[in-house]
Each structure stands twice: as C-alpha cells, then as structure tokens.
C-alpha cells in the first residue's frame, strides 16, 4: 500500500496543510485502485497534484464534521458538471448515519435526489468490514462527540489504521493492533487541553498504540495550526520506544 497525506490540519485548513484527507493506493488486477480516507476543506484542490478525482474507487468519511467531509461537494460538482458530461458510474461513498442528508444540506440549492445520481452513499456498520478492489477496510466506532469511525485498511497483507478524530475508547485496540502504520489524531495538549471524549493528545496516542500492540509505526495527524507539532511529538516520545513522526502534506508512506 501506499499512503499519501493530501492534508493532515487539524479542525480547519492550515497555512501548509488542507484538512483530514488520506490518499491510499495498491495495485490489483493490473490497475492501481485509489480510496480516499476523508476528504475535508481545502483537499480537493490538493488531491489533484496527486491524481485525477475522476478515478477514485471510493471515499471513506470518519465523521461529518466539515474538516473531514466537506469537500465532498466539490467533487459532486467536478463530477456531475464537468464538460464532457457527468460521469457514468457513480462513486462509492461510505459514512456515518446520515451521509447523504448532511451532504444535501452543505449544498443548499439542490435538485430532488440530492447527490444521488453522482454518489452512492452507504452507511458503514460499526466492525463490518468493507471490500474494495484489493482494500478490505474495516470501521470501528470511535470516542468524539458526534457517531465517527476509526478505519482498518488492509490489502496484500499491509495494514494502516487511521483514527479520525477520537479520544481514547476500547475500539483502539482493534483498529490499532498489529498495523504497519498508525495514523492517531493528535489535536490536544496535556497540561492544556482538559475536556475529555474529543481528542486525543500525542501522549494518549501513544499509550493507545502500546497498549494495541504490535503497532509498527506512529505518525500523529490533525494538529491544527495554534500547536506546536514538536509539543505533540515530544509528548507522545515520553511514551513510544522508537521515532514518532508527524503528518505532512504530499509525505508519501509505502508498507
């Protein structure tokens, strides 16, 4: 697999960084499949250094806050009104209750059907493994204050695990362990961020992955831009027995 940060802010757009969107790659019956682990403000503009939209196979949403779901209206738009006509095939688009309504409502104006005719929207099931291409992506309910989903992704025998927004919950250790790359959201600071069942902070990351196991590597993601990464990086050090990295846009990670 490979995996390519389209945009790793935190709640909203940074100044070098789009929000949550995850590009994941693996080659299978003679093509490379394309799914997208949320696609959130400012990603659409940036997924295309990367790749044509019009290929993806799927977009996968943790939650519905705008930071990870957004831009999921301008790929309806770059779909259905492009010049040579909307696409044929609709996009597979995988969320949690409520998808297809939240999206209706972000687009106000739109014809009866919403986005039916260009997305086909399914509502994912807490443990219930998906298959797309090569891709088995597996989501678990996780610890934020609206239903979100952590997901599992697993193809050729590489495993990632992407959190999306949550704070410690038992579904951690199923979505965490033994994966080849952990990918934890890291939006809070301990000493300064106290409310709990939102985030996690880079120390709590950490702590989550060893107490998953068999976690390879750590790279922590959604840090908006009023924190220092390096905070979050030497929290979670305190912790973790090896390197901890930090997302980046356009990093590119193969396991």
């Not at 443990?127 to 992506?137: D, K, Q, S, Y």
């Not at 695990?161 to 199923?174: Q, V």
């Not at 939102?198 to 750590?218: K, M, N, P």
């Amino acid at each position: 697999m490979r995996i390519t940060v389209i945009g790793c802010s935190g709640s909203f757009a940074g100044p070098s960084s789009p929000a949550s969107s995850y590009l994941v790659q693996a080659e299978f019956g003679g093509r490379t499949w394309s799914i997208l682990l949320d696609l959130g403000s400012g990603a659409l503009g940036a997924l295309q250094r990367q790749m044509s939209p019009d290929d993806l196979d799927a977009v996968l949403v943790t939650h519905l806050h705008p930071d990870h779901c957004v831009d999921l209206c301008g790929l309806y738009v770059s779909r259905r009104y492009r010049p040579l006509g909307p696409l044929p095939a609709r996009l597979p688009v995988f969320g949690p209750t409520g998808t297809a309504r939240r999206l209706q409502l972000m687009y106000h104006g739109l014809e009866p059907g919403g986005m039916e005719a260009e997305f086909d929207i399914h509502t994912v099931v807490d443990a219930a493994p998906i298959l797309i291409g090569p891709f088995t992506v597996t989501p678990y309910r996780v610890n934020h204050p609206v239903e979100a989903y952590g997901y599992r992704v697993e193809a050729g025998g590489a495993l990632l695990a992407y959190t999306g927004d949550t704070d410690d919950c038992p579904n951690l250790d199923p979505l965490l362990r033994g994966v080849d790359l952990a990918l934890m959201d890291s939006a809070f600071i301990d000493g300064r961020d106290d409310v709990v069942d939102i985030h996690l902070s880079g120390s709590r990351a950490a702590r989550a992955a060893l107490r998953a196991g068999g976690v390879q590597s750590l790279v922590l993601t959604h840090i908006p831009s009023w924190n220092d990464p390096e905070v979050c990086r030497a929290q979670a050090a305190m912790h973790w027995p090896s390197a901890v990295g930090l997302a980046a846009a356009d990093a590119v990670y193969e396991i």
